[in-house]
């Protein structure tokens, strides 16, 4: 795996524990908040928690299967991507100052607020 991979995946993990961090068990929370937010390798946090390394490294494991099995049930962050590229769409639809594009920029809005029109 690449390291532009490796650096995608990671991203999407910490995006995945933004939304779904709360249904995860404190102690879950816990390390993966010292992996992400304090940047601590998994001798520190294994230091931290009064754990193996390997322990740590089963529960990170663990836990990235627990955040993509929710998202697959409940597709947050889909939805939450799905509606960035339509923003970012309308944004350059805006950009220009052309009343036609303005014009479909806003039935973009319309359409992301439910309001079909």
């Known amino acids: 795996m690449s390291g532009e991979e490796i650096f995608q995946q990671r991203m999407r993990l910490g995006r995945l524990f933004d939304i779904y ?6 102690k879950q929370r816990t390390c993966l908040g010292l992996y ?12 931290e928690l009064g754990v193996s390394r390997q322990a ?6 663990r836990v990235e299967q627990i955040l993509e099995r ?6 947050v962050l ?25 014009d ?8 992301i607020c439910g309001e079909g029109r």
Not at 70 to 75: A, R, V
Request: aromatic fraction near 4%.
């Open 21 to 26: 961090g709360g249904l995860l068990t404190e």
């Open 78 to 102: 889909a939805k939450e991507e799905a509606l960035h590229a339509e923003l970012q769409q309308v944004m350059n639809l805006l950009a220009p100052c052309d009343r036609e594009k303005n």
């Open 36 to 47: 992400f937010y304090d940047d601590l390798s998994l001798s520190e946090i294994s230091e």
């Open 56 to 61: 740590v490294h089963d529960l990170l494991k």
């Open 104 to 111: 479909e920029a806003v039935s973009v809005l319309h359409k």
């Open 70 to 75: 929710y998202e697959t049930t409940l597709g």
